[in-house]
């Protein structure tokens, strides 16, 4: 089942501006993964993170991973209308490493 | 760079008939990972490969089999379809043991009819 819950589901946004998303668990995850997918193509990979309280960035995005291990959130700064998308958080747990578990997904917006 | 390859990319099927559906990772990269993704769903995984040997296994129908080759590339067979297997059909590589990090292709859509 589900263990990896996204909010917002959905965020319509004015071009410019910054977003914020973030993903929580009840389980405790050792790496933290963030992808972005378009309609009808697979999920690209934006940022991925290994260490509890690591703050990475690439370009306009920054990624953390929360202390407790069971969350993570992503920052959108200055969004552009190709950051449309559905923006997928993603996990590896304790066990079963190579079990990737998916996030619900926010599906962002942006108008121009 | 070189990219996850899928092939096709689109395939069409009629209820009970099988379908393969082929993955060829990134060069160098040793390990293979299927997902399935429904409508609105996030990708479920299915399967994983890794120097040829089946290394973890998730919600995979047991009407699916996968096998990875020695050149890394791998194929995902899909016998007696059923409508509900119409899906988005994904497959990731990484580097065994130095990321936890998946690429994944563009994907296989797949329609039972």
């Known amino acids: 089942g589900q263990q990896l819950n996204q909010s917002p589901q959905s965020m319509f946004i004015q071009e410019g501006e910054d977003v914020s998303m973030n993903c929580t668990s009840s389980?405790?995850?050792?790496?933290w993964l963030w992808y972005k997918q378009e309609p009808g193509e697979g999920p690209v990979l934006l940022i991925a993170?290994?260490?509890?309280?690591e703050l990475t960035s690439n370009g306009r995005l920054t990624a953390q991973f929360g202390i407790t291990r069971k969350d993570s959130f992503l920052n959108i700064s200055a969004s552009i209308p190709s950051d449309v998308g559905i923006y997928f958080c993603?996990?590896?747990?304790?066990?079963?490493?190579?079990?990737?578990?998916f996030g619900t997904g926010t599906r962002l917006l942006v108008s121009p | 760079a070189a990219g996850v390859i899928q092939s096709p990319r689109h395939l069409i099927k009629e209820k009970r008939e099988t379908a393969t559906l082929k993955c060829y990772p990134i060069?160098?990269?040793?390990?293979v990972y299927w997902y399935q993704q429904g409508p609105g769903q996030d990708p479920q995984f299915l399967i994983s490969?890794?120097?040829?040997?089946?290394?973890d296994k998730g919600s995979i129908p047991d009407r699916f089999s996968a096998q990875q080759f020695s050149d890394y590339h791998s194929e995902l067979n899909m016998s007696s379809l059923e409508l509900g297997d119409s899906a988005l059909y994904f497959c990731?590589?990484?580097?065994?043991?130095?990321?936890?990090?998946?690429?994944f292709g563009p994907g296989t859509r797949l329609t039972v009819t």
């Open positions: 990731a590589s990484s580097l065994y043991g130095f990321t936890y990090e998946q690429y």
């Open positions: 490969f890794y120097e040829k040997m089946q290394s």
């Open positions: 993170l290994y260490k509890a309280g």
């Open positions: 993603a996990g590896f747990m304790n066990t079963g490493f190579q079990k990737l578990v």
């Open positions: 060069p160098r990269h040793d390990t």
């Open positions: 389980s405790i995850f050792n790496t």
